[in-house]
């Protein structure tokens, strides 16, 4: 982890403690994921005790302590895309990067989520990697979508 980067990045916003959360969004932007080590470093430069800066992370859902990939797969398992066929996408999705939903890959490409709706019924089953959209899933068209991200 670069210490630099995070002391620029409290620079940017300074130490007053109302601007924890922009910090935290900085740093969950650059690395995808909140690591400890930078925590720690804000804790330190702001005064801020580590507890409170770890209550604020795992409050909002947005933070993540734990690695996540590149690319963020989202598969719709709400009722409109569950009933078109959303399972059977998730579990290809799973079989074709070895991992569950929930779980990154060991090579930090992709994390895998199940979600709840993704507002946008009328087009599932419905799957969203990073920003993209991808309606009308099928399995047979996860293979071809997933090559599109490296
Ligand atoms: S239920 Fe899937 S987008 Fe709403």
Do not use: W
């Amino acid at each position: 982890m670069n210490t630099d980067k995070v002391d620029g990045i409290i620079k940017k916003y300074g130490k007053e403690q109302s601007a924890i959360m922009s910090i935290l969004q900085d740093i969950q932007s650059e690395y995808n994921y909140l690591p400890r080590e930078a925590l720690e470093q804000v804790s330190k430069k702001m005064s801020i005790p580590l507890s409170k800066i770890y209550g604020i992370a795992t409050f909002y859902k947005v933070f993540s302590l734990t690695p996540r990939g590149r690319h963020l797969i989202k598969v719709c398992l709400g009722t409109a895309c569950h009933v078109r066929g959303a399972p059977q996408i998730l579990e290809e999705i799973e079989r074709k990067i070895g991992i569950r939903a929930g779980e990154t890959t060991g090579d930090l490409k992709f994390t895998l989520e199940r979600v709840n709706c993704l507002g946008a019924c009328a087009l599932g089953p419905l799957v969203m990697i990073n920003n993209d959209y991808y309606g009308q899933m099928t399995s047979a068209k996860v293979d071809k979508i997933l090559k599109a991200y490296d």
